[in-house]
């Protein structure tokens, strides 16, 4: 796989909460150079990083995440910080579901609250951020189907905060279980350009990580 393709796939990721703008704009350079999809920063950058964007003539996308990282905010919050996100320039927003209610059976309510964010989003991309390392097979499976029914446009499998990342099994998984239509990003922990590569063949379309532009510049890889 031409290494143009792969880095054509990454949401080139920043998301620590001690992230400056000096760091931040590091990353907007780096993605505008390696031609990534996106950069993915956290939502008080979002107007400052497009306004750079553009001011550079650059066509990579904005990324930021909402009830990040733990998914418990009410549905109204994620609502409300998507619909900020997407006024101060977002072109996509990564979402965290609820983990408890999904645990609790209340799939319904789940639903409800993906399709409340991605109205917020006014057409633009969302993402659903299931947190793999957190589920059951059986709750994984049920989430593949509560993101194929939904508005949404694509099922993600982790933050990069909790106890693991994306996994191999976790994308056969979705790619098995996620009806036409609907894209499947791997995030957290891509560690090495092979992880990249297999990650997308095995059915990813996006790459949420840190590292990939790292190794690229022959940097040390280490982070998200």
Request: net charge negative; aromatic share 6%.
């Amino acid at each position: 796989m031409e290494l143009n393709r792969i880095l054509s796939a990454v949401d080139h990721t920043l998301l620590k909460p001690e992230a400056t703008w000096a760091q931040i704009r590091t990353i907007c350079d780096d993605a505008m150079t390696y031609g990534t999809a996106t950069v993915c920063i956290p939502a008080s950058y979002v107007a400052r990083c497009k306004a750079y964007m553009q001011e550079k003539g650059s066509k990579v996308g904005v990324c930021t995440v909402i009830g990040f990282p733990t998914g418990y905010s009410t549905m109204a919050v994620k609502v409300f910080e998507a619909e900020d996100a997407v006024k101060n320039g977002a072109d996509e927003v990564d979402m965290v579901i609820d983990i408890g209610m999904l645990k609790d059976g209340r799939d319904d309510e789940v639903l409800a609250e993906i399709n409340a964010v991605k109205a917020a989003c006014a057409g633009h991309t969302l993402k659903v951020i299931i947190e793999t390392c957190l589920l059951t097979q059986e709750e994984k499976i049920r989430m593949c189907e509560i993101v194929s029914r939904s508005d949404a446009d694509f099922i993600k499998t982790s933050t990069g905060f909790s106890t693991a990342g994306a996994t191999f099994e976790d994308v056969e998984l979705m790619a098995a279980h996620m009806l036409p239509g609907k894209q499947i990003k791997a995030a957290g922990g891509i560690s090495t350009l092979d992880d990249a590569q297999r990650f997308l063949e095995l059915g990813a379309t996006r790459l949420g990580t840190s590292r990939i532009i790292k190794l690229v510049k022959n940097e040390s890889a280490t982070g998200y």
